[in-house]
């Protein structure tokens, strides 16, 4: 993988791509710092398919997600009234 200072990125774009078809992916740095990363389009359909899904999804799906051991109603103890 090869680092890209921001400032190349920018001035050299069409090589930047070009690499990132070739030889994969391409960081690009700011400041010394790693920054992003630019990925060929399949390598981030591989990922994004991957990925664990949205809560989103997860809340507006029917699967169940968990079995919760709740107590029947009514089975709960109350404290006795303590008159004042």
Not at 2 to 26: I, M, T, Y
Not at 31 to 51: D, H, I, M, N
Not at 56 to 71: H, N
């Amino acid at each position: 993988m090869h680092a890209w200072p921001v400032q190349d990125a920018k001035a050299r774009f069409s090589e930047l791509l070009n690499a990132c078809v070739s030889e994969g992916p391409q960081v690009v740095t700011r400041r010394g710092a790693e920054t992003a990363v630019l990925v060929p389009f399949a390598e981030w359909q591989r990922l994004s398919k991957g990925a664990r899904p949205s809560l989103k999804t997860l809340l507006l799906s029917d699967a169940s997600r968990a079995e919760l051991a709740l107590q029947p109603r009514g089975a709960a103890k109350r404290r006795p009234v303590v008159a004042s």
